[in-house]
């Protein structure tokens, strides 16, 4: 009985239960069944060992029902390796950028012009994250701008129930431990406190790079001497602010 509970109530296995609803209730779209029919992992799975996608977008705003998104970029893991080699760099097109995104992104209209078109964007993204876990660094861009990508391209306006990992809520477990408070938690920051190397900011591809490698460091922390399993990360992401 004891053992049921603790089951139901793991929020793997309650993500797992709302996956197989998503599934039989948006199955019927090529793009979402890809994402879909992969089972969420569960707790006892060794996170060195499951397949991730470390995704950023840079978008001209915060809010998806009014700005669009510039570029997306992202990198695999496999084994616990960030794979360089497999790493996908869009921008997607437009036909203005505004002044300040293109300081802000070093994003010239030009480059935009020739991006890639939204929905093949999507369809290329959607082609990556089947089977993977997501790895982001403050969810809330992505999550809210994949949501309404979507909406708009599958009509689906519920969020997915998908696995994401947010290196800035880990960070934020972990100093939350240690009784620190008033913490810049801007990639970049997290990662000088580390003394990991800087990297060209508002770059989508520099800035999934640079998450994976910060991912990859918490995990070593916070899996020192731990059994190595999926659970105690994603209890860390549930519990400390990003609830899926």
């Not at 496999?78 to 992104?105: K, P, Q």
């Amino acid at each position: 009985m004891i053992g049921s509970l603790a089951r139901w109530l793991d929020p793997l296995a309650a993500l797992e239960r709302r996956r197989s609803k998503a599934l039989t209730r948006f199955g019927h779209e090529p793009l979402v069944r890809s994402l879909l029919v992969h089972s969420i992992p569960m707790a006892n799975a060794n996170p060195w060992q499951l397949p991730m996608l470390v995704l950023d977008m840079e978008t001209s705003g915060l809010n998806p029902a009014q700005d669009r998104i510039l570029s997306m970029g992202w990198i695999p893991i496999v084994d616990g390796t960030l794979r360089l080699g497999e790493s996908c760099h869009y921008y997607l097109a437009a036909e203005t950028v505004r002044a300040e995104s293109s300081v802000i992104h070093h994003i010239t209209p030009q480059v935009l012009h020739g991006g890639l078109d939204e929905r093949d964007a999507l369809s290329k993204l959607l082609e990556a994250i089947a089977g993977r876990l997501l790895v982001v660094h403050g969810a809330a861009i992505e999550r809210h701008f994949l949501g309404a990508l979507l909406a708009r391209h599958c009509g689906i306006d519920h969020e997915l129930p998908l696995l994401w990992l947010d290196t800035l809520v880990l960070e934020r477990s972990l100093l939350r431990n240690r009784h620190v408070q008033r913490v810049d938690y801007r990639l970049s920051e997290i990662r000088k406190r580390r003394g990991l190397p800087p990297y060209l900011a508002h770059n989508a591809l520099a800035d999934a790079v640079a998450t994976g490698e910060l991912l990859l460091v918490q995990m070593k922390e916070i899996l020192a001497g731990q059994p190595q399993a999926l659970g105690p990360l994603y209890r860390r992401v549930h519990l400390n602010g990003m609830r899926i």
